[in-house]
T-cell receptor, first 116, second 118 residues
Framework: GAGVSQSPSNKVTEKGKDVELRCDPI?????LYWYRQSLGQGLEFLIY????????KSGLPSDRFSAERTGGSVSTLTIQRTQQEDSAVYLC??????????????FGPGTRLTVL | AQKVTQAQTEISVVEKEDVTLDCVYE???????LFWYKQPPSGELVFLIR??????QNEISGRYSWNFQKSTSSFNFTITASQVVDSAVYFC???????????????FGIGTKLQVIP
């Protein structure tokens, strides 16, 4: 398919372990976003990529969270030393940004992270 | 600063009733975009509509319609003759537009959970 894909779809981990979440954006989309959605809550912005650089990391909750993007495509969100409060659905979105873009974001299905 | 307020956290209606989801926004930018997304129980957000701040014309798409009023900074969403399949969480979002190619941050409201009862 041509949509945004995320893997894994579900991840259960033990407190203190590191996890990596992957996002494959829509081909040609230059912008990529990570959000976190806790149970029954709205979308919490984490980080934005334009190409491979991240001009806005203001939403990352702590230094345990980091993200990178390579080749202007795939992005990985890493959470080190996971805590129970990290349990949430992590959503990735991509959009095309250009002079005439309307920047609607297309979302992936999310990764449900459960920290025991 | 950008802010999106969806004051209705949960709404329940009986099938075939009309329902309006409210969205009020704040921005200092004169050029911006407004969006509505639907998140069904399956979880994946689906883009519904985009609106440019220069275009206040209301839009209708089937049973969906949107009322954009700059005077009240509102972008309300109405579902006519609601159906069970409309049950979902609906998010309103705002994006300031920087045509220089700069960052276009999108701010989401907390969402309104709509339950359509058969």
């Amino acid at each position: 398919g041509a949509g945004v894909s995320q893997s894994p779809s579900n991840k259960v981990t033990e407190k203190g372990k590191d996890v990596e979440l992957r996002c494959d954006p829509i081909s040609g989309h230059t912008a990529l976003y990570w959000y976190r959605q806790s149970l029954g809550q709205g979308l919490e912005f984490l980080i934005y990529f334009q190409g491979n650089s991240a001009p806005d990391k203001s939403g990352l909750p702590s230094d345990r969270f980091s993200a990178e993007r390579t080749g202007g495509s795939v992005s990985t969100l890493t959470i080190q030393r996971t805590q129970q409060e990290d349990s949430a659905v992590y959503l990735c979105a991509s959009s095309f940004q250009g002079a005439r873009s309307y920047n609607e974001q297309f979302f992936g299905p999310g990764t449900r992270l459960t920290v025991l | 600063a950008q802010k999106v307020t969806q004051a209705q956290t949960e709404i329940s209606v009986v099938e075939k009733e009309d329902v309006t989801l409210d969205c009020v926004y704040e921005t200092r930018d004169t050029t911006y975009y407004l969006f509505w997304y639907k998140q069904p129980p399956s979880g994946e957000l689906v883009f519904l509509i985009r609106r440019n701040s220069f275009d206040e014309q209301n839009e209708i798409s089937g049973r969906y319609s949107w009322n954009f009023q700059k005077s009240t900074s509102s972008f309300n969403f109405t579902i006519t003759a609601s159906q069970v399949v409309d049950s979902a969480v609906y998010f309103c979002a705002l994006s300031a537009s920087f045509y220089s190619g700069g960052y276009q941050k999108v701010t989401f409201g907390i969402g309104t959970k709509l339950q359509v009862i058969p």
